[in-house]
């Protein structure tokens, strides 16, 4: 089993919409969550970090967690053709170890 | 600010070369990383370091070696290049556990 699974779309959206990003984690004692959104071609970009259960809000993006389901969600609302890129998971793992997932390809369509 | 920089962009080596993959950052931050990124198959970590002097091992360290001589420097040595570390190779960066990353702009390495 992966230890950070996401789909791996590609996941396409209308400009406007809320696109939702999904992923889950097989350690229960992960306590660190992040997002990365990657260009084409280029490196991850952080975007989003959530520790506690509930949701965080930044602007435009929505990171959910829950940690019983061990599920971390990540909402766009307002989607732009910009917000277009593949976005990485990724969960601290006891050692200090980060596991990515292998990300979901976002198409915000004009 | 530069942040993480790393070096070179692009390299095509033969198999049997080898070859460092220079990483520096200037934001003195003691948590560095490597990793390499395959098409599909998400970013595994090579190496990291907590601090100068003090690295270790991550998923898949065979065939790589680093140091940590300082705080901003932490090279990637490539011994006996195989067409299997064909790949993009990034560099990263954090304040300290539990902290994003920062990520170095990346190193497209083909081994033929």
């Known amino acids: 089993q992966k230890e950070v699974e996401q789909n791996s779309g590609p996941l396409s959206v209308p400009e406007g919409a809320i696109a939702s990003l999904n992923c889950t984690y097989s350690?229960?004692?992960?306590?660190?969550f992040f997002w990365y959104r990657q260009y084409s071609g280029k490196s991850p970009e952080l975007i989003m970090s959530?520790?506690?259960?509930g949701d965080k809000e930044d602007g435009r993006f929505t990171a959910q967690l829950n940690k019983a389901s061990q599920y971390v969600s990540l909402l766009i609302r307002d989607s732009q053709p910009s917000d277009s890129a593949t976005y990485l998971c990724?969960?601290?793992?006891?050692?200090?170890?980060?596991?990515f997932g292998t990300g979901t390809s976002l198409t915000v369509i004009p | 600010n530069a942040g993480v920089t790393q070096t070179p962009k692009f390299r095509i080596l033969k198999i049997g070369q080898s070859m460092t993959l220079q990483c520096t950052q200037d934001?003195?931050?003691?948590?560095m990383y490597w990793y390499r990124q395959d098409p599909g198959m998400g970013l595994k970590l090579i190496y990291y370091?907590?601090?100068?002097?003090?690295?270790d091992k991550g998923e898949v360290p065979n065939g790589y070696n680093v140091s940590r001589s300082t705080t901003e420097d932490f090279p990637l040595r490539l011994e006996l290049a195989a067409p299997s570390q064909t790949s993009v190779y990034f560099c990263?960066?954090?304040?300290?556990?539990?902290?994003?990353?920062?990520f170095g702009s990346g190193t497209r390495l083909t081994v033929v």
């Open positions: 350690d229960r004692v992960s306590q660190s």
């Open positions: 370091s907590v601090g100068a002097g003090i690295t």
């Open positions: 934001m003195n931050h003691n948590y």
């Open positions: 990263a960066s954090s304040s300290g556990q539990g902290r994003g990353y920062t």
């Open positions: 959530i520790y506690s259960n």
């Open positions: 990724a969960v601290l793992a006891p050692g200090n170890q980060f596991y």
